[in-house]
Nanobody, 124 residues
Framework: QVQLVESGGGLVQAGGSLRLSCEAS????????MGWFRQAPGKEREFVAA????????YYADSVKGRFTIHRDNAKNTVYLQMNSLKPDDTAVYYC?????????????????WGQGTQVTVSS
């Protein structure tokens, strides 16, 4: 059973930074793709960033390019989302997701497993 547990959310002022963590357990993730999505109040869940455990290309939504960085620590089975220059529009619940086919998708159906989410609130 794959489990994804996010942490690191919180309240931050505009211009500040947060680092989200997603600890994965239950499988060998070397062939997986990992993604971050977010859902703001009243809006649909949207893609933020994705990568594979093996390295290779990194994908970002246009709205976060240059501000957010996805990276991993294989030894800890943990994927991170470093978020800098945060804006009030970044306020959302952030979800970690895993795709056991390693496809680096940007759509919700591309991912098989989801974490419970962590709240990020950016004040102006």
């Amino acid at each position: 059973q794959v489990q994804l547990v996010e942490s690191g959310g919180g309240l931050v002022q505009a211009g500040g930074s947060l680092r989200l963590s997603c600890e994965a357990s239950g499988r060998t993730f070397s062939t997986y793709a990992m993604g971050w999505f977010r859902q703001a109040p009243g809006k649909e869940r949207e893609f933020v960033a994705a990568m594979t455990w093996s390295g290779g290309p990194l994908y970002y939504a246009d709205s976060v390019k240059g501000r957010f960085t996805i990276h991993r620590d294989n030894a800890k089975n943990t994927v991170y989302l470093q978020m800098n220059s945060l804006k009030p529009d970044d306020t959302a619940v952030y979800y970690c997701a895993a795709d056991n086919r390693g496809r680096l998708g940007v759509e919700i159906p591309d991912y098989d497993y989801w974490g419970q989410g962590t709240q990020v609130t950016v004040s102006s």
